[in-house]
């Protein structure tokens, strides 16, 4: 199992330029996550998905879209990128079950200039 | 979401425990208690988790107040690699993990 997947590690970006962040689990998880870190921050929730085609929205959604076609995947969509949008993005994925534990990607480190 | 206060920071010596406090006083009946960590650089790490009773793994144990408003997580011996930020989650029905500021842990030789 590779566990969670992202792309790109690193990325940097102009100002209102658009990009995909890409996550893929290969564990049949239901439940996907996308969290953002800013420097000296706990992780904040950008959008999750309960299971394929179902999404909903986290604590700090907005300029984020994000879709779920498929179980394994679960992209992130900058529209147009913002200097705030400058963080560290973290994608998760679990069972649905609140007893059991999530696993998360080692993060996209996205600078937007 | 049931908050939760933590010490901003503690330090320890190697080959010593350490007692991890989490007070989460507003937790629901039903709640979960996760414990993750974040390692310098990388995505948090599950830990340890636990309802009502106390709870061992390989990485720690989770002491849970009788009242569930407080638990402690412990580390029996901490290495250089237990050096991380150690954060307390109650997780509810709509699994959504929330992370506070939670406990920076710093390991001296």
């Known amino acids: 199992n590779a566990g969670v997947t992202q792309t790109p590690k690193f990325q940097v970006l102009k100002t209102g330029q658009s990009m995909t962040l890409q996550c893929a689990q290969d564990?049949?998880?239901?439940?996907m996550s996308w969290y953002r870190q800013d420097p000296g921050m706990g992780l904040r929730l950008i959008h999750y998905?309960?299971?394929?085609?179902?999404?909903d929205q986290g604590e700090v959604p907005n300029g984020y879209n994000v879709s779920r076609s498929t179980t394994e995947d679960f992209p992130l969509r900058l529209l147009s990128a913002a200097p705030s949008q400058t963080s560290v993005y973290f994608c998760?994925?679990?069972?649905?079950?609140?007893?059991?534990?999530?696993?998360f990607g080692q993060g996209t480190r996205l600078t937007v200039v | 979401d049931a908050k939760t206060t933590q010490p901003n920071s503690m330090e320890s010596n190697e080959e010593e425990p350490v007692h991890l406090p989490c007070n989460h006083s507003?937790?629901?009946?039903?709640?979960?208690i996760h414990w993750y960590r974040q390692l310098p650089s990388q995505g948090p790490e599950y830990v340890i988790h636990?309802?009502?009773s106390n709870v061992n793994n390989r990485m720690a144990s989770l002491a849970i107040a009788e009242d569930r408003k407080s638990s402690t997580l412990i580390l029996h011996r901490a290495t250089l690699r237990d050096a991380a930020v150690y954060y307390c989650?109650?997780?509810?029905?709509?699994?959504?993990?929330?992370f506070g500021a939670g406990t920076t842990v710093t390991v001296r030789a």
């Open positions: 998760a994925s679990s069972y649905s079950v609140r007893g059991l534990e999530a696993f």
């Open positions: 507003t937790i629901s009946g039903t709640d979960y």
């Open positions: 998905s309960v299971g394929a085609g179902i999404t």
């Open positions: 989650i109650p997780l509810s029905n709509d699994y959504k993990l929330s």
């Open positions: 564990m049949n998880h239901e439940y």
């Open positions: 636990g309802l009502t």
